[in-house]
């Protein structure tokens, strides 16, 4: 059983246009988070729900919009894509609280032509 | 100066050798640290977590050093399979939450 899944696992898209990750998580766990992978291969955080409210909002642009319908799902929308914004996509999630172990996906490797 | 500071390597050692890494962090509240490795093309995963008094999970060895405020992880007898790019994880500045995840340290460990 995969405990952290998101989908697609790959998406190639023109500019322009809007795009969605989903992702789901079969851990039990409160708090769920997106993180972003850019060519340099450096993780950061974007957002982070806990119980489906919203706790970390990075300076992401307002085209990113999260929304957890509830505590086992995080999914990422992204309006009038960029360039810049050919990355990997990764959801996690862990237990409430800092100093918990955090499960990534596998990751959506998103590539905007 | 950046949260979490690695050095991007790479270490190409020998199958066999001992390697160490190490990682500084700017946040000397900072309460939880760990470990993760990261395969090419793969999503990362826990190494192991570094407690204050030092912790050794087989060949690995994590220390903690907080008046320095930095982080090592000691491989020793390197595998093929240890080669992968291990990510420096430090609890943020402004909430607990927030893992700050260095840029990484690429080993490639040769026959």
């Known amino acids: 059983d995969t405990a952290v899944s998101q989908t697609p696992k790959y998406l190639v898209t023109q500019m322009g246009n809007d795009k969605s990750i989903k992702c789901e998580q079969n851990?039990?766990?409160?708090?769920m988070y997106w993180y972003k992978q850019d060519s340099k291969k450096f993780l950061k955080i974007m957002f982070s729900?806990?119980?489906?409210?919203?706790?970390i909002n990075e300076t992401v642009p307002n085209r990113f919009s999260p929304k957890s319908p509830d505590k086992a799902h995080l999914n990422l929308h992204i309006n009038s894509l960029e360039l810049g914004d050919s990355a990997v996509y990764f959801c996690?999630?862990?237990?409430?609280?800092?100093?918990?172990?955090?499960?990534f996906g596998e990751g959506s490797w998103l590539t905007v032509v | 100066r950046k949260e979490v500071e690695q050095d991007p390597g790479p270490f190409n050692v020998p199958e066999g050798a001992t390697v160490a890494f190490n990682c500084t962090y700017s946040?000397?509240?900072?309460?939880?640290f760990f470990w993760y490795r990261q395969d090419c093309r793969k999503e990362p995963k826990l190494l192991m977590s570094?407690?204050?008094s030092g912790n050794e999970d087989g060949r690995f060895t994590a220390q903690l050093n907080r008046a320095s405020q930095y982080i090592s992880l000691l491989i020793r007898d390197s595998k093929l399979s240890d080669s992968a790019t291990y990510l420096c994880?430090?609890?943020?500045?402004?909430?607990?939450?927030?893992?700050?995840f260095g840029s990484g340290t690429r080993l490639l460990v040769r026959p």
């Open positions: 994880v430090v609890n943020g500045r402004d909430s607990s939450y927030k893992l700050i």
């Open positions: 570094v407690y204050s």
């Open positions: 851990l039990g766990h409160d708090t």
């Open positions: 996690a999630s862990s237990r409430t609280g800092g100093g918990n172990t955090i499960y």
């Open positions: 946040n000397s509240a900072s309460q939880s």
């Open positions: 729900y806990n119980n489906k409210e919203l706790i």
